[in-house]
Antibody
Framework: QVQLVESGGGVVQPGGSLRLSCAAS????????IHWVRQAPGKGLEWVAF????????YYADSVKGRFTISRDNSKNTVYLQMSSLRTEDTAVYYC?????????????????WGQGTMVSVSS | EIVMTQSPATLSVSPGERATLSCRAS??????LAWYQQRPGQAPRLLIY???TRATGIPARFSGSGSGTEFTLTISSLQSEDFAVYYC??????????FGQGTKVEIK
């Protein structure tokens, strides 16, 4: 079945780095963009980053721009989120989510399949 | 950035009753609006996109309406599994893609 599985979360000190992975299965990975969305404890959903199906463009929330980098390896059906200069306010469950739209157009941005999430805690 | 505002924050409803959730955008998002359900301890699930199109496998008791800046999610007859938090999200002007703060539907 269509599935996304995140990994790589953990506890890190402020200023540290972490790399999250999102492994996809059950669909043609190379057709779809992938997003990262996070949820701080007890809070709502915040979109973090997006990478196009072909990896040619990336988009970031202002809150993470310059600190986080999204990338993908289509040979491994995996998307990554490299997080550096982490802050306490980055503490959250991080979900990867598949875009509903094949390829890329102006209606990109509906999240039809979500992973189970991976927890990132930034604390000294 | 488009700000999405949901109301009410909490909705108390008895099983079998109708629930009506509202979402307002700070500027027009046309019909580029989605709704998600999040049960405790679970990932969000897509319910509605295009303001009114049910996602695959979503029961007919869920319906969405609206366009421009005002949207509504209606659950016609609440089942036990429907008590959850619901988020609206716009995909008309991006980045960023933005969510509302959520409406919690609780048992009355």
């Amino acid at each position: 079945q269509v599935q996304l599985v995140e990994s790589g979360g953990g506890v890190v000190q402020p200023g540290g780095s972490l790399r999250l992975s999102c492994a996809a299965s059950g669909f043609t990975f190379t057709y779809y963009g992938i997003h990262w969305v996070r949820q701080a404890p007890g809070k709502g959903l915040e979109w973090v980053a997006f990478i196009r199906y072909d990896g040619k463009n990336e988009y970031y929330a202002d809150s993470v721009k310059g600190r986080f980098t999204i990338s993908r390896d289509n040979s491994k059906n995996t998307v990554y989120l490299q997080m550096s200069s982490l802050r306490t306010e980055d503490t959250a469950v991080y979900y990867c989510a598949k875009d509903l739209i094949r390829y890329f157009d102006w209606k990109t941005g509906t999240f039809d399949i979500w992973g189970q999430g991976t927890m990132v805690s930034v604390s000294s | 950035e488009i700000v999405m505002t949901q109301s009410p924050a909490t909705l108390s409803v008895s099983p079998g009753e109708r629930a009506t959730l509202s979402c307002r955008a700070s500027q027009s998002v046309s019909s580029n609006l989605a709704w998600y359900q999040q049960r405790p301890g679970q990932a969000p699930r897509l319910l509605i996109y295009g303001a009114s199109t049910r996602a695959t496998g979503i029961p007919a008791r869920f319906s969405g309406s609206g366009s421009g800046t005002e949207f509504t999610l209606t659950i016609s007859s609440l089942q036990s599994e429907d008590f959850a938090v619901y988020y609206c999200q716009q995909y008309n002007n991006w980045p960023p893609w933005t969510f509302g703060q959520g409406t919690k539907v609780e048992i009355k």
